[in-house]
């Protein structure tokens, strides 16, 4: 997640939960574990900014505990492979080989892992090679923003026994899993309501001035980065700022969009929205971006057979005026679940005046914290490793000796490509946009879209 900006506050929250794993998960717990002492030799895919600056820290947190070493780096760039070398090493990982690209990697015998973090579109076809290959992989999400995409990575996944987790690290966090569980206990009473903000006020987000004249053609392969899209002239912009340009990236829903939603879908169980609807545009930052700086967009979820029953989702965002900042807000009857805050509360519950009127009794949630570890020091923090994505970090690795499937699943990150094709759709067409689950595709004015 590129985009995250977790505040000291969340790693103060996190460090002890991650500290609190780690120590389960010591030479001797692994070492029960059938072929846990051989070591998983882990090559990095795509070393770019959300690579060293959170998933080699959290993978280099947990190396030795869990057995696991970087051999390799598989960049197109030249001076992203160098870099990412002496990187790794200033983070204490030992001195690593370099590939030019991935058929050289797949082809060296000593890889049975890799971290991916390559451009947005590139995810899910990265993610089928390494699986195609027989290596276990951590994919950075969004998991795939196409419908052909999302089908062949999960299906592929299906087909094989590699141990694939997505970067949507809220499923690895202890806050949400204790929220997740309050919501299943039935204690929270239903959603009827969601809002979620992703605010900043930053005409450099996801730009990179000082980066771009340094990359020259003959130093990458441009041909290769562009996959199967459509041929255009090499454009080293829509190389290292491709977040701003479709089709390697759609932006705000891509990047901040699909954190949200997900836990949506894992709160509420819904698996994709059954509507949605999207506006918005470029309205500050006219730098020669195609992507929107500003985005609303509602979610209609809830069963398909009884339209009556579910809710709706507000998602607004927008890079020109920080307010109101970063928010996830779930509401029920009784009162609200801040994610932000990490608090439920009877905030907007109905009081007993309210309910005197229809001869009905108040519905007021107790208060209390999701997070018990407000004042422990995190361990996550200084090593520089985000806790979030530390903790995902370690529930793969945990999960790539056990064999089990992690928390974030390729099932959870098809979810929330659906729900992110479903956004893209509604933004390109202008229309009301629906899924038919049977079919599994998505109509756009009750039209085929993909």
Not at 82 to 98: F, H, L, N, S
Not at 170 to 185: G, L, M, V
Not at 330 to 341: A, C, I, P, T, V
Request: hydrophobic share 35%; net charge positive.
């Amino acid at each position: 997640m590129g985009s995250d900006q977790t505040s000291r506050r969340d790693f103060v929250k996190m460090g002890a939960a991650v500290a609190g794993t780690v120590a389960t998960w010591n030479a001797t717990s692994y070492a029960k574990i059938v072929g846990a002492n051989d070591r998983v030799r882990t090559a990095v895919v795509g070393c770019g900014d959300r690579m060293k600056g959170a998933l080699i820290p959290s993978f280099l947190q947990h190396a030795k505990e869990m057995n696991f070493e970087f051999v390799a780096i598989s960049d197109l760039w030249n001076r992203r492979r160098e870099d990412g070398v002496a990187y790794i090493q200033k983070k204490g990982g030992p001195k690593v080989d370099t590939v030019r690209n991935n058929d050289e990697l797949y082809a060296r015998k000593d890889v049975d892992a890799v971290l991916i973090a390559t451009a947005d579109f590139q995810h899910a076809k990265h993610g089928v090679e390494a699986v195609k290959a027989g290596r276990d992989a951590y994919v950075e999400k969004p998991l795939a923003h196409t419908m052909k995409d999302a089908r062949a990575i999960r299906d592929t996944v299906h087909a094989n026994k590699q141990i694939v987790q997505i970067g949507t690290q809220r499923r690895s966090t202890p806050s949400y899993q204790k929220a997740y569980e309050y919501i299943k206990s039935g204690k929270f009473g239903d959603i009827n309501m969601v809002e979620m903000t992703w605010n900043v006020n930053q005409p450099g987000r996801w730009r990179r001035p000082n980066v771009v004249p340094l990359l020259k053609e003959q130093d990458t392969d441009w041909k290769r980065y562009l996959m199967d899209q459509p041929y255009e002239p090499f454009d080293a912009r829509k190389y290292l700022e491709f977040r701003l340009f479709w089709p390697y990236s759609s932006g705000i829903p891509d990047q901040w969009l699909v954190h949200q939603i997900d836990t949506v879908h894992w709160f509420s169980g819904y698996p994709n929205p059954r509507s949605v609807v999207a506006n918005g545009g470029i309205y500050q930052w006219h730098d020669g971006r195609k992507n929107w700086d500003t985005m609303t967009a509602v979610f209609d979820y809830g069963p398909e057979s009884e339209p009556t029953k579910g809710f709706q989702v507000l998602y607004s965002s927008r890079q020109t005026n920080s307010a109101g900042g970063v928010k996830e807000i779930y509401y029920s009857n009784g009162g609200s679940l801040d994610m932000d805050k990490q608090i439920v509360n009877s905030t907007g519950g109905l009081t007993a005046k309210a309910a005197a009127e229809m001869g009905m009794k108040a519905n007021q949630l107790p208060t209390f914290a999701l997070s018990e570890h407000a004042e422990a020091a995190s361990t996550a923090a200084d090593t520089g490793a985000d806790p979030m994505t530390s903790a995902n970090m370690l529930n793969w690795m945990q999960c790539v000796r056990s064999r089990k499937q992690p928390n974030a699943n390729v099932d959870a990150g098809y979810s929330h490509s659906v729900a992110l094709c479903m956004t893209i759709a509604a933004i390109q067409t202008g229309q009301r946009v629906t899924f038919n689950s049977k079919t599994q595709q998505i109509l756009a004015g009750g039209k085929v879209y993909a």
